[in-house]
């Protein structure tokens, strides 16, 4: 699904990602860990192309592609979905027109007909039922004034309209109650399947009790230190990253 290989990137000439490498199998939920600062928002905007960052050395494979080579845009059509620590308000853009039009993009990628208002709003609904979200949001601007956990559920819903086949979830646990976590972890969960794939990047091993991964890994300093199964979340929750660090320093 994705192969990252020594992946160096900076931004405004401050070198971020110092030769990370990751692989990722189809069917696999991979979680990220790691202190602030160590890099983990850069390498989701990194594969999401964003164009501040700079990549100045390494490999990143996404289903046999170059994904470097992809732009924004054709990296959503091909099946990938970013889920941003911070999402974007997009005032004056309202929401509902907002996934339609996302989604129609896609399944045009996809060689699918595009949905018409009504089989749109069918499907909406049933995707808010099952996330046991408020019809409200769809009325409002994009993210305009919407609470963090807002933002977060609305992003889910997003995930799950467009069912990507690699999703990248960046700390969508932060700032989120229990009720919240939970039905975000219902929403990731949902999509999981052998041809999905999933990286998911949090601060606490709480997300990781509901979304259970195949695969921890820790980053810092721009590196992957660090990579094992979820019982490696659970000894970092006891012991913190020092100890790794320290380690990977030696
Ligand atoms: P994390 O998500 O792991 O907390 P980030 O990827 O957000 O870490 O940030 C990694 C490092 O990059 C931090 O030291 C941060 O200050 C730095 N950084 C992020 N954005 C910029 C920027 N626009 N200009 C300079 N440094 C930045
Ligand atoms: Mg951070
Ligand atoms: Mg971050």
Redesign the pocket.
Known sequence: MLSIKDLQAS??G?E?LKGLSLEMGAGEVHAIM????????????VLAGRE?YEVTSGTVTYQGVNLLELSPEERAHQGIFMAF?YPVELPGVNNTYFMQASLNAIRKARGEPELNSLNFMKLVRTKLKALEMDESLLKRAVNTGFSGGEMKRNEILQMTLLEPRLSIL??TDSGLDIDALRMVSMGVNSLRSPERSMLV?THYQRLLDYIQPDYVHV?SG?RIIRSGDKSLALELEEKGYGWLQEEAAA
């Open positions: 931004i405004n401050k971020i790691g202190p602030n600062g160590s890099g983990k928002s850069t390498l989701s905007k501040e620590q960046d700390e990047i980053l721009g």
